[in-house]
T-cell receptor, first 115, second 110 residues
Framework: EAGVTQFPSHSVIEKGQTVTLRCDPI?????LYWYRRVMGKEIKFLLH????????ESGMPNNRFLAERTGGTYSTLKVQPAELEDSGVYFC?????????????FGPGTRLTVL | EDQVTQSPEALRLQEGESSSLNCSYT??????LFWYRQDPGKGPEFLFT???AGEEKEKERLKATLTKKESFLHITAPKPEDSATYLC???????????FGTGTKLQVIP
């Protein structure tokens, strides 16, 4: 069974540009999460989708970040315009159950560098 | 706000030298505590879920335990392939999001 995949693996952009990250969850997983790790800090939650609906977006840093999940399948996270502090590794995770406690399976991450 | 603190930040062991990693947490309404392993350039890999104080889980050379304030990841007779960063995370309240600690970077020397 394929795991969570993310694209691209690396992205280097200039401040002010736009970048779109993509995540494909494990097939059949209704829950999809975005997390971010900035240098030297812990992995932090950004938002949670249940199918195509945003369930919790309390971790989104500001309105330069836009997440979508088309048809409840893959998800994109767009940063527009990018700032220096947006640099970090963006992880996507997915889980199967609609509620309760369930293990989240992580993708390899996208390393974003904003110059 | 939920807080998860892991210690030590880094640990260097000789192959076969057993030790423990600590994860202390201050949360309201713990629903589950997770341990993950992360290798360089990869995403966190799920190891264990612990639900209540007194619970223990084992997998090969790893054993995770949970009390009301902390969790331990015991590594028995580690091998070089156990070298990785071990992450502790909690799920609380009615939310699905997970709060992570900063991790313990383990290096096992042959």
């Amino acid at each position: 069974e394929a795991g969570v995949t993310q694209f691209p693996s690396h992205s280097v952009i200039e401040k002010g540009q736009t970048v779109t990250l993509r995540c494909d969850p494990i097939s059949g997983h209704d829950n999809l999460y975005w997390y971010r790790r900035v240098m030297g800090k812990e992995i932090k939650f950004l938002l949670h989708f249940v199918k195509e609906s945003k369930q919790d977006e309390s971790g989104m840093p500001n309105n330069r970040f836009l997440a979508e999940r088309t048809g409840g399948t893959y998800s994109t996270l767009k940063v527009q315009p990018a700032e220096l502090e947006d640099s970090g590794v963006y992880f996507c995770a997915s889980s199967q159950l609609a509620g309760g406690i369930n293990e989240q399976f992580f993708g390899p991450g996208t390393r974003l560098t904003v110059l | 706000e939920d807080q998860v603190t892991q210690s030590p930040e880094a640990l260097r062991l000789q192959e076969g030298e057993s030790s423990s990693l600590n994860c202390s947490y201050t949360v309201s309404g713990l629903r589950g505590l997770f341990w993950y392993r992360q290798d360089p350039g990869k995403g966190p890999e799920f190891l264990f879920t612990l639900y209540s104080a007194g619970e223990e889980k084992e997998k090969e050379r790893l054993k995770a335990t949970l009390t009301k304030k902390e969790s331990f990841l015991h590594i028995t007779a580690p091998k070089p392939e156990d070298s990785a960063t071990y992450l502790c995370a909690v799920q609380t309240g009615g939310y699905q999001k997970v709060t992570f600690g900063t991790g313990t970077k383990l290096q096992v020397i042959p």
